[in-house]
Nanobody
Framework: QVQLVESGGGLVQAGGSLRLSCAAS????????MGWYRQAPGKQRELVAS???????NYADPVKGRFIISRDNAKNTVSLQMNSLKPEDTAVYYC????????????WGQGTQVTVSP
């Protein structure tokens, strides 16, 4: 199984920036998607951004133009650069790995808190 370890969360003022990082314990050779999800209190977990093993990206509408997802396959890492943060971005952010073609295909990090003050 793969372990995902997240880092980079914290408290920031509105308009500021944070960079989240997620490190996987091993290389994934099958086609896969890594993404960042977030969950605010009282809300369902939602996709923020994703990136395939081939480098194709997708962003949720609320973060388009502000967040950038990237990955380094050699280092087994995925990052989320968050700029122009807003209070509504406050949530626990989770790293996710989805692997195509295997039974045990869905992995989650422990989550990291991002708090944006007004």
């Amino acid at each position: 199984q793969v372990q995902l370890v997240e880092s980079g969360g914290g408290l920031v003022q509105a308009g500021g920036s944070l960079r989240l990082s997620c490190a996987a314990s091993e290389s994934i050779f099958r086609l896969n998607v890594m993404g960042w999800y977030r969950q605010a209190p009282g809300k369902q977990r939602e996709l923020v951004a994703s990136i395939t093993s081939g480098g194709m990206t997708n962003y949720a509408d609320p973060v388009k133009g502000r967040f950038i997802i990237s990955r380094d396959n050699a280092k087994n890492t995925v990052s989320l650069q968050m700029n122009s943060l807003k209070p509504e971005d406050t949530a626990v952010y989770y790293c996710n790995l989805y692997i195509l073609g295997v039974l045990e295909n869905d992995y989650w990090g422990q989550g990291t808190q991002v708090t944006v003050s007004p």
